[in-house]
């Protein structure tokens, strides 16, 4: 038997870091959770979810004014309510009531209004590439990002969206027209309506992964691996999708927050929801900022990069 020299032996399938993943899956976890910490992400995400709160009315309108040109304005409103479900469970009816009295009158929109809804319907994603800075430390070190595409960048992900909820409206119109078919099979007729609404559920799923997983190809500084984007992606929305069936029973349940804040309640809920979604969020984000640092035993824990980085200014040179 030919003596095969180890330099041109097969390498393994699996990459260093998924082995090490696989071999040691509560370590890493608890690693992730640890940097999570020490990076101090509950207060990124109280940043995050506020901004959020304080675009997200200006970028609807924006979306829905410029989709109703396209599409039904009733079709659209009906799409973005089901999906903003997703986002701030049991307060989308209040939104969406919203949206309809200020399309009512979108004839009074100036270009000076125009402009400033876009101004703050960019503020959330602005917050959002700061705080993936944070996570990221290991790569701003690297490498920096040209000031011109951080301004550019919110504003062309928003046109993203845009394209995105007209993409989603258009197959959800055709999913339901479907749920209202009907199939005659052994001399029986068997109502589509569940078909539907399982494929509704799935497309709001995989449209959830996909804008985790560009938020984690975009946000960050330099070139992501997709395989690594997807892992942030599916971790956030299984966790977030666990989150919010939790959420739902409790506001339905338990939930005494209206008689505490009265009027406050929506801005509350939206509040809490968001600030739950950009921790999810945000701790995708660590998941893969560990899975980059597996299998390099030189790379410093995710919480040292901070420490590490904050001795080195301050200490004086010898």
């Given at each position: 038997?030919?003596?095969v020299?180890?330099?041109?032996?097969a390498?393994?399938i699996a990459?260093?870091?998924?082995?090490?993943l696989?071999?040691?899956?509560g370590?890493f976890a608890?690693?992730?959770?640890?940097?999570?910490?020490?990076?101090?992400?509950?207060?990124?995400?109280?940043?995050v979810?506020?901004?959020?709160?304080?675009?997200?009315?200006?970028?609807?309108?924006?979306?829905?004014?410029a989709?109703s040109?396209?599409?039904?304005q009733?079709?659209?409103?009906?799409?973005?309510g089901?999906?903003?479900?997703?986002?701030?469970?049991?307060?989308?009816?209040?939104?969406?009531?919203?949206?309809s009295t200020?399309?009512a009158?979108r004839?009074?929109v100036?270009?000076?209004l125009?402009?400033?809804?876009?101004?703050?319907?960019?503020?959330a994603?602005?917050?959002?590439?700061?705080a993936?800075?944070v996570i990221?430390?290991?790569?701003?070190?690297?490498?920096?990002?040209?000031?011109?595409i951080?301004?550019?960048?919110?504003?062309l992900?928003?046109l993203?969206?845009?394209?995105?909820?007209l993409?989603?409206?258009?197959?959800?119109?055709s999913?339901?027209?479907?749920?209202?078919e009907?199939?005659?099979?052994?001399?029986?007729r068997?109502?589509l309506?569940?078909?539907?609404?399982?494929?509704?559920?799935?497309?709001?799923v995989a449209?959830?992964?996909?804008?985790?997983?560009?938020?984690?190809l975009v946000?960050p500084?330099?070139?992501?691996?997709?395989?690594?984007?997807?892992?942030?992606?599916v971790?956030?929305a299984v966790?977030?999708e666990?989150?919010?069936?939790v959420?739902?029973?409790?506001?339905?349940?338990?939930?005494?927050?209206?008689?505490?804040?009265?009027?406050?309640?929506?801005?509350?809920v939206?509040?809490?929801?968001?600030?739950?979604?950009?921790?999810l969020?945000?701790?995708?984000?660590?998941?893969?900022?560990?899975?980059?640092?597996?299998g390099?035993?030189?790379a410093?824990?995710?919480?040292?990069?901070?420490?590490?980085?904050?001795?080195?200014?301050?200490?004086?040179?010898?």
């Amino acid at each position: 038997m030919t003596h095969v020299p180890p330099a041109q032996r097969a390498r393994p399938i699996a990459p260093s870091q998924a082995r090490e993943l696989l071999r040691h899956p509560g370590a890493f976890a608890l690693g992730t959770l640890k940097a999570f910490r020490a990076n101090q992400g509950l207060l990124l995400a109280g940043a995050v979810a506020y901004y959020a709160l304080l675009s997200i009315v200006p970028l609807l309108i924006l979306i829905v004014i410029a989709l109703s040109h396209v599409v039904d304005q009733g079709a659209l409103l009906e799409t973005l309510g089901r999906y903003l479900e997703w986002l701030v469970p049991g307060q989308a009816r209040a939104i969406v009531t919203e949206l309809s009295t200020f399309l009512a009158h979108r004839e009074l929109v100036g270009w000076v209004l125009g402009v400033t809804m876009l101004f703050f319907s960019s503020l959330a994603f602005t917050v959002l590439e700061n705080a993936m800075s944070v996570i990221f430390l290991h790569r701003v070190v690297d490498r920096r990002r040209h000031p011109l595409i951080s301004i550019v960048m919110p504003y062309l992900y928003i046109l993203s969206l845009g394209i995105g909820l007209l993409l989603v409206t258009l197959v959800a119109g055709s999913l339901q027209a479907i749920g209202q078919e009907s199939v005659d099979f052994l001399g029986r007729r068997w109502s589509l309506h569940g078909v539907s609404g399982a494929l509704l559920y799935l497309l709001g799923v995989a449209g959830e992964v996909f804008v985790l997983t560009s938020v984690y190809l975009v946000m960050p500084v330099g070139r992501l691996r997709i395989s690594h984007a997807l892992l942030g992606g599916v971790t956030a929305a299984v966790l977030w999708e666990i989150t919010r069936h939790v959420l739902v029973w409790y506001f339905a349940t338990l939930s005494q927050v209206s008689v505490v804040y009265g009027s406050l309640t929506t801005a509350i809920v939206v509040l809490l929801s968001l600030e739950i979604a950009a921790t999810l969020l945000l701790l995708g984000a660590q998941v893969i900022a560990e899975y980059e640092r597996l299998g390099r035993p030189q790379a410093a824990p995710a919480g040292a990069w901070a420490a590490g980085v904050t001795r080195t200014t301050s200490s004086p040179s010898r």
